[in-house]
């Protein structure tokens, strides 16, 4: 049986409520199921001649197995392939160089007349090439742990020049800028010396 099928004890208290003449949106809301669905099983049933009969003879597992196998087939995708295959190659090839979906999709669009996919087909054909290729050195982090008051990040970094209120000057500033390694919290602040 596929994943997409009710429980077939679920379609024996169908069959059992319909014959007690309970309304189909009820049975849906009892059996917690959409009325659509419910409309799909019940039709089955009905095709194999099942919904009638006495409530004391409810119909076999076996029997209700074989009635929605029959009436109820399985259904198809529209489309078993993605739209962007054929031109797989080109992609895969744009992706290892770094392209990203948008810059693919613009150069497909671009470089081939009969490209007609769409930019959502190039994210899903880019993301189950991201997944196959696995994570990157740079894309693993790992936090480091540190007791409070232990350790602070220090960097300094040239900014330009900027204009100094205290000696009413343009001179070279400097980003000065602290993490603390506990808390995380930061402190910038830009400074002349």
């Known amino acids: 049986m596929s994943g997409r099928r009710i429980d077939m004890h679920r379609l024996q208290d169908l069959v059992r409520l319909h014959r007690m003449g309970v309304p ?21 049933l009905k095709s194999a001649e099942l919904l009638d009969g006495a409530l004391d003879e409810l119909p076999s597992l076996e029997l209700l197995i074989g009635a929605v196998e029959e009436h109820l087939p399985e ?14 190659q080109t992609i895969e090839t ?3 160089r770094g392209a990203g979906p ?13 490209f007609g996919a769409s930019l959502s087909a190039i994210k899903r054909f880019c ?26 990040q220090i960097d300094f ?9 205290e000696s009413k000057l343009m001179r070279e500033a400097h980003l000065f800028s602290m993490v603390l390694g506990h808390s995380r919290l930061m402190y910038v602040d830009i400074v002349f010396d």
């Open 157 to 165: 970094g040239s900014v330009g020049k900027l204009y100094d209120p």
């Open 24 to 44: 189909t949106r009820k049975i849906a809301k009892l059996l917690t199921m959409g009325p659509n669905t419910e409309r799909r099983y019940r039709e089955a």
């Open 94 to 96: 744009m992706f290892k």
């Open 75 to 88: 259904k198809i995708p529209p489309q078993q392939s993605s739209s962007v295959e054929p031109w797989r």
């Open 102 to 114: 948008q810059a693919i999709y613009d150069a497909l669009r671009l470089e081939h007349v009969d």
């Open 127 to 152: 993301l189950q090439l991201k997944e196959q290729k696995g994570p990157a050195p740079e894309d693993v982090v790992i936090r480091v742990e540190t007791v409070a008051g232990d350790v602070a």
